[in-house]
Structure formats: structure tokens, C-alpha cells
């Protein structure tokens, strides 16, 4: 059984900073992937940012620059700091964890967490 649960967000003014964490528990062996999406109203879900198992980021182009994502695999934990937030960053947040959990034996399988507001006032 794996877990996974959001934290942080919230209300922020423009150019302020918040952080997100996505900590996953349970019969764990390994974390691969750790992703964050958003979704607005109206809008499609998409990819925000990206860390692999060695550490390595890829960003949108929406928000290289202002956001830093990163993992600590002691915690199966992966954050997303946001930095210098702008109203168009408005969204609900998901993480998207690809996790190697243990069974019968081990088998991947990818997990959303519950999602988190941020709105950005203007």
C-alpha cells in the first residue's frame, strides 16, 4: 500500500514565493520519476516540472527561471519552490510520483496526489 499526500499552497500575492511538498509512504522501494502538473479551470493538466532518480530537472518554458523543483529520497518526498509567482500561475498542483513498490514482489505503478490550490492575486 503507498500513500501519497500534498502540502502548502495557498493564497499568495504576485512576485511572492510558496513551496510544495508531495511526501509518499508505505511499502516504498524505489521512487523514479517525481513530477508537478497543474491544471486550471478550463485548461488541460500539464507538466510543470520534472526530477529523475539522479537529480537531473527539466522545466516548462512557463516557469524555467521561477520554479525549482527537488526530492529527498530519504523522506520520498519531491517539492516544487515557487518563486516570483505571476496570476497566470493560478492552478490546482498535482504531483505524479512513479514509484517501485513492494508486493508480492516489485512492480511499478504511477500515483496523483490530491492536488493543491495556489491562486496568485494581482
Known amino acids: 500500500q503507498v500513500q501519497v499526500v500534498q502540502s502548502g499552497g495557498g493564497l499568495v500575492q504576485a512576485g511572492g514565493s510558496t513551496r510544495l511538498s508531495c511526501a509518499a509512504s508505505?511499502?516504498?522501494?524505489?521512487?523514479?520519476?517525481m513530477d508537478w502538473y497543474r491544471q486550471a479551470p478550463g485548461n488541460q493538466r500539464e507538466l510543470v516540472a520534472s526530477?529523475?532518480?539522479?537529480?537531473?530537472?527539466t522545466y516548462s518554458d512557463s516557469v524555467k527561471g521561477r520554479f525549482t523543483i527537488s526530492r529527498d529520497n530519504a523522506k520520498n518526498t519531491v517539492y516544487l519552490q515557487m518563486d516570483n509567482l505571476k496570476p497566470e500561475d493560478t492552478a490546482t498542483y498535482y504531483c505524479?510520483?512513479?514509484?517501485?513498490?513492494?508486493?508480492?514482489?516489485?512492480?511499478?505503478?504511477?500515483?496523483w496526489g490530491q492536488g493543491t490550490q495556489v491562486t496568485v492575486s494581482s
Open positions: 505524479y510520483l512513479n514509484i517501485r513498490a513492494r508486493g508480492a514482489g516489485l512492480y511499478y505503478q504511477n500515483y
Open positions: 526530477i529523475n532518480s539522479s537529480g537531473g530537472t
Open positions: 508505505g511499502t516504498i522501494f524505489r521512487i523514479d520519476v
